[in-house]
């Protein structure tokens, strides 16, 4: 049998950067398969291919990004549990979770197949790439259970400090992604539906091999008995999950509204944007992966009562976010052309990102800040303040680009990006500074008893 991952315990850093570089790798395989993934799509099927495709994205994000928030949320309650060595409520908060995910999944892909349609006609999808959007769309939501099995198993085992199975599961997945992706787009000459096809079929290769680790974990022998008489504990799951999943969906929209003023410019600024995006998530992936690490740690120590221990966690984390930002950043900044001539061939579309990479390199601190202060919130299991950054979020895009669009174009998306990172960094880190010295001040043996209690 295996054994979890205690953070509780040892120096700071190291435990930190144990955990955090394999995630990390799992992060920029993901995304570099995405990145993969999109010059297939681009240079085997067009830059009209590419920016149906791209256009789906905000749409995948609400998807997604609700299911795995839930998911996110439900590992804050596996981690304190295993903070606070309560075995029992962390095998039946396991056996919960997934029953809830897979009631959820069933909920969503009814949800998201029905409703794909109209969708697209209110973002204003141009009738050029209508049809891809459609058929890329179907083929993704329909295996929409894989997606959210995996994201599920990778977060429990994230909760019990386990970072480098989710590792070795996205090597082998992105592995056949990208040999199916090439042979079903340039052998067999498929359509979008290859490229969809070919990441279903990946995202349940590595669902089943983080559930196989999972069974290994000796603390979670799960049996018949942890899946009953848990409705309080469906509350508590519930009460960690539903704001995160909101405030990822409520993100979502802001950025479908983005995207609704970008399609409104035309194909070639939907194209130049689908590629900049893709680099702007890859970019991301350091800061984001500094924040899974703070909401892990967070929850562990927050669980064990060893808050002085959480103030140590976030300066290696912060660290680590400034320290991508100066690099990447850069990037950005200098490179805009060569980044938006890996995934695109026109020169408009090129000439196009060169207006809105340099901007968000600039602003690049605002997120990767904003990951490592919002994890922590999380990671307290305060959600509510991580929910309404959410609706920050949302308003600032969404005024920002209706504001500045008619007056700069194109940049006003940058714009908007940027300024809602910083808004919402600025709250998250305001309550996560809160929760702290508040825990700081509270006895961690009679903190240890409430958690324990439940």
Not at 398 to 423: D, K
Request: net charge positive.
């Amino acid at each position: 049998m295996a054994k979890a991952n205690d953070l509780t315990n040892g120096s700071v850093t190291a435990l930190i950067l144990r955990f955090y570089f394999p995630m990390l790798l799992t992060n920029m395989l993901q995304q570099m398969y995405s990145i993969v993934d999109t010059a297939i799509v681009g240079k085997g099927l067009g830059d009209t291919a590419l920016a149906a495709v791209g256009n789906i994205g905000p749409l995948t994000f609400l998807i997604f990004g609700f299911s795995m928030g839930l998911a996110n949320g439900f590992s804050v309650v596996i981690a304190q549990s295993f903070g606070a060595k309560n075995y029992s409520k962390l095998r039946r908060s396991v056996a919960s979770s997934f029953l809830l995910c897979m009631m959820i999944a069933v909920i969503l892909t009814a949800l998201s197949v029905s409703f794909l349609k109209s969708v697209l006609h209110i973002m204003r999808t141009d009738q050029l790439i209508m049809q891809d959007g459609l058929i890329y769309g179907y083929c993704i939501f329909g295996g929409l259970t894989a997606t959210i099995a995996y994201n599920l198993c990778s977060c429990i085992l994230r909760a019990l400090g386990d970072s480098k199975t989710p590792f070795i599961a996205i090597i082998i997945s992105t592995t056949v992604n990208i040999i199916l992706d090439t042979f079903f787009i340039f052998v067999l000459k498929t359509g979008v539906e290859g490229a969809a096809a070919a990441t279903i079929i990946s995202q349940i290769v590595s669902s089943f091999i983080c559930w196989r680790k999972i069974r290994k974990i000796d603390v979670l022998e799960i049996n018949s008995n942890d899946f009953h008489g848990n409705g309080k504990l469906y509350i508590e799951l519930f009460k960690n999950g539903l704001p995160m999943a909101l405030m990822n969906s409520i993100t979502a929209v802001g950025c479908m509204v983005i995207q609704y003023f970008i399609n409104g410019l035309g194909v070639a600024y939907t194209t130049a944007y689908s590629a900049c995006s893709k680099f702007t998530t890859l970019f991301m992936q350091p800061a984001c992966t500094s924040g899974f690490a703070m909401s892990a740690f967070t929850s562990q120590n927050y669980g064990a009562g060893k808050f002085s221990r959480i103030r140590e966690g976030l300066h290696v984390c912060l660290a680590i976010a400034t320290i991508s930002y100066v690099i990447l950043g850069s990037l950005m900044v200098f490179f805009p052309t060569r980044l938006a001539g890996i995934m695109v061939s026109g020169s408009e579309p090129i000439s196009i990102a060169k207006t809105y990479l340099p901007i968000c390199g600039i602003c690049l601190i605002g997120v990767n800040y904003l990951f490592v202060f919002r994890n922590g919130c999380q990671g307290f299991g305060k959600p509510l303040v991580p929910m309404i950054s959410g609706v920050l979020e949302m308003a600032l895009r969404i005024g920002v680009i209706a504001l500045l669009i008619p007056i700069v174009g194109f940049r006003a998306t940058a714009y908007a990006e940027a300024s809602a990172w910083i808004g919402a960094m600025i709250l998250n880190m305001l309550a996560f500074e809160y929760n702290l010295k508040k825990n700081l001040s509270r006895p961690a043996i009679k903190h240890k008893k409430i958690i324990n209690a439940a």
